[in-house]
Every structure is written in C-alpha cells, then in structure tokens.
C-alpha cells in the first residue's frame, strides 16, 4: 500500500520531494505524509477532495488485507 500511496502522491505532484512513514497500530494501518508546503496543498487538494479519492483508493487493498487505514499529511 505504500508504494502505491507514494505512486499516486508522485503523479498528482510531479515531483517525489516527500517522504512516506508507515506505522501499524492493530489493525490500522498510519501513514504519516511529510511534504514541503508548496506540493501540501496538491496532495489534499480543494476542501480536501483529492485526498478523500486517495484513501478512497487505499481502502480497497486495506479491506482485502483486513486492515483499516489513515493518511496524514503534515509540513517538513
């Protein structure tokens, strides 16, 4: 799942100038985005469209793995 968060937030960006933390708490999968300011706003996109679609994406392997997810993004 992370090398497809990092191919999608590659593509939408253009650039591969951030950073992907994966955690596993239980059966939650965290992923921790750290980004630069400019490309943040990229990533969540108007009122945070883009990345809804992004976990909206992510859900799918996570529901066949039996896991629940999240996805953080936060300045670097």
Do not use: C, Q, W, Y
Not at 17 to 45: M, S, Y
């Amino acid at each position: 799942m992370k090398d497809l968060l990092s191919f999608i937030i590659n593509k939408i960006t253009g650039t591969g100038d951030f950073t992907i933390a994966e955690t596993e708490e239980g059966e939650r999968v965290i992923f921790e985005v750290k980004a630069k300011k400019e490309i943040i706003g990229l990533i969540i996109g108007r009122e945070g469209k883009t990345i809804k679609n992004i976990r909206k994406i992510l859900s799918v392997p996570a529901v066949l793995s039996h896991k629940g997810i999240a996805i953080n993004v936060t300045e670097t």
